[in-house]
């Protein structure tokens, strides 16, 4: 029987994902996303960022009925469920592309790149893809 | 000489397949924007004058049912970039005696 | 494995989950808690329910401890317990329920 211990492990390490690239023409974003939901379960600090070709993986009104795939931009809804609460997405990526934080699917902190980088410098761990 | 169709299916972001073709492509050809290529496809993203300097030497095309999916409406594609599907893609791979993919 | 229903046969992964979500149904969710030895009533219709409902929002068959902490939000904290969940579904609640709503395997469980 699976329980889980609401104190946690002793040390809790700074984990942060990095995403890059966009969501259906490669498997990166959709893998990515499983590792996070995974990792989430370690109750360690976790942090997901989206930048570059990253942040169109939040873009609002994805539909994928025309390219068999599935739309996994619905999923991140569920980051709150699991527990993932600091989602970061660089400003200097969204003003690329035309986009700002009102054509995202969940809320996110919009950081500009030299903000994002004090955090970056913070983790244990960075893992990008 | 008949007409090439050149097709992109990477971000112009990320890769400089757009740019690589637009430079070697002949005047008169068809460029169809598939995948993440169709990212190259939006008016208000910082490179879409890339796009939009060269109407006149080329058709432009971008795959519809690839738009939807990541979420971006045909309403904010550069204007004259037409949208077809998989059909018309088909029928655009018949027309051209060559296409080259820019892998 | 695959499950004969109703002159059919409808495929499955080697734990039993269906592999094609659009072939469920609740006759076929009876017959899958059967093999499971559950018998279906109320309380085990309110749990596949609630994960047919969670995944049609996020497209994910969540992990056990986010499956107890979202029926907690929705259904109270007499539902939303590990205890409560694991009488209705012995052998887990997400990998059970979750069979028996016709879902993948949970993301995230360990």
């Avoid at chain 3, 049609?56 to 109270?76: D, F």
Wanted: glycine share 8%.
């Amino acid at each position: 029987m699976e329980e889980y211990d609401e104190s946690g492990p002793e040390v809790v390490k700074r984990f942060m994902y990095v995403n890059r690239r966009a969501p259906y023409g490669t498997i990166y974003a959709l893998e990515c996303l499983e590792v996070v939901l995974v990792a989430a379960a370690f109750d360690q600090d976790i942090s997901v960022v989206f930048m570059d070709d990253g942040v169109y993986q939040l873009k609002k009104n994805q539909d994928t009925t025309g390219i068999g795939m599935k739309n996994f931009s619905k999923t991140f809804g569920a980051l709150e469920d699991y527990g993932v609460e600091k989602i970061y997405v660089e400003k200097e990526s969204l003003d690329a592309r035309g986009l700002s934080a009102g054509d995202l699917v969940i809320p996110v902190e919009v950081l500009a790149a030299v903000d994002l980088s004090e955090i970056m410098a913070r983790q244990d761990v960075v893992i990008s893809s | 000489m008949s007409p090439m169709l050149h097709l992109i299916n990477k971000s112009p972001f990320e890769r400089t397949a757009l740019d690589s073709c637009l430079r070697l492509a002949k005047p008169g050809s068809s460029i169809l924007l598939i995948e993440d290529g169709v990212y190259a496809a939006l008016g208000k993203a910082a490179h879409a004058g890339k796009i939009a300097g060269r109407m006149e030497d080329f058709s432009f095309y971008v795959l519809g049912p690839d738009v939807a999916a990541r979420g971006l409406s045909d309403a904010a594609l550069i204007e004259g970039i037409a949208v077809v599907d998989y059909a018309g893609f088909v029928d655009l791979v018949a027309e051209h005696h060559v296409t080259q993919s820019w892998l | 494995m695959a499950y004969e229903y109703n002159g059919a046969t409808i495929e499955a992964d080697e734990e039993g989950y269906i592999t094609d979500i659009s072939l469920w149904s609740p006759a076929l969710a009876t017959l899958i808690a059967e093999s499971e030895n559950i018998e279906m009533d109320d309380d085990h219709w309110e749990v596949v329910n609630f994960l047919r409902n969670y995944y049609e929002e996020y497209q994910i068959a969540p992990a056990v401890r986010v499956l107890t902490k979202a029926i907690k939000k929705t259904l109270g904290p007499d539902k939303g317990s590990s205890l409560y969940l694991y009488q209705l579904f012995p052998h887990g609640p997400a990998k059970q329920a979750c069979k028996i709503a016709g879902l993948p395997n949970p993301t995230g469980c360990i």
